[in-house]
């Protein structure tokens, strides 16, 4: 299985700033994923990490809010823009093909 | 697009005993169901997954079962132990045409009793 990393692990930020997330792979892989975690729920899809063109994002998620930059086959990276209290949560990568792992995620909390 | 539903949302069993949790799936061209664990600050990990073309899968004390006339699917776990206490996670996504994208059902948080 592939071990995926996170940067940073653990964030508190001010409102309108932005935050960077990288998520590196120790291996090419085909697909990556980032998604959103608030504590208490479900893995909720902000959108697919295409190699070489444009994020797929889900309904709900926009570029200007979340864009994702994905250089290569081993990284990624999501940043949370213009961020308020209600981007407070927990960001996870994932990385695989079919079987998907995930990263150990990035706590942020916003203020 | 696909929807999935889990039941039940909290589970409280004795240690040694069996827990069951169960997944249905919205969209009949599902056809990976993969499950996952994530205990208290910790990451999902894979603990078991199961193709459409496979009815059931074990390893060891867990088992998955698949129904895809009746588009559902169990995790079952026998002999509990207090390290299975955790919150589960089931999943399903269409593999083909390389969209690899997973919908997942809301958990189960799992409580083995000591």
């Known amino acids: 299985s592939a071990v995926i990393s996170q940067k940073p692990s653990r964030d508190i930020c001010q409102r309108g700033t932005s935050l960077t997330i990288q998520c590196q792979v120790d291996?090419?892989?085909?697909?990556m994923f980032w998604y959103r975690q608030q504590p208490g729920q479900s893995l909720t899809l902000i959108a697919t990490?295409?190699?070489?063109?444009?994020?797929?994002?889900e309904s709900g998620f926009v570029i200007d809010k979340f864009p994702i930059s994905r250089p290569n086959l081993t990284f990624s990276t999501l940043t949370v823009s213009n961020m308020s209290p209600e981007d407070s949560s927990i960001y996870l990568c994932?990385?695989?093909?079919?079987?998907?792992?995930f990263g150990p995620g990035t706590r942020l909390l916003v203020l | 697009g696909e929807n999935v539903e889990q039941h039940p949302s909290t589970l409280s069993v004795q240690e040694g005993d069996s827990a069951v949790i169960k997944c249905t799936y919205s969209?009949?061209?599902?056809?990976?169901f993969p499950w996952y664990k994530q205990e208290l600050g910790k990451r999902p990990q894979l603990i078991i997954d199961?193709?459409?073309?496979?009815g059931e899968k074990k390893d060891q004390r867990i088992a998955v079962t698949l129904n895809k006339t009746a588009k559902h699917f169990s995790l079952h776990i026998t002999e509990t132990q207090p390290e299975d206490s955790a919150v589960y996670f089931c999943?399903?996504?269409?593999?083909?045409?390389?969209?690899?994208?997973?919908?997942f059902g809301k958990g189960t948080l799992l409580t083995v009793n000591p």
């Open positions: 969209d009949s061209a599902s056809n990976y």
């Open positions: 994932s990385a695989g093909g079919e079987t998907q792992y």
């Open positions: 990490a295409n190699q070489g063109s444009e994020a797929t994002y």
């Open positions: 199961i193709r459409s073309n496979v």
């Open positions: 999943a399903a996504s269409n593999s083909g045409g390389s969209n690899y994208k997973l919908t």
């Open positions: 291996s090419q892989v085909t697909m």
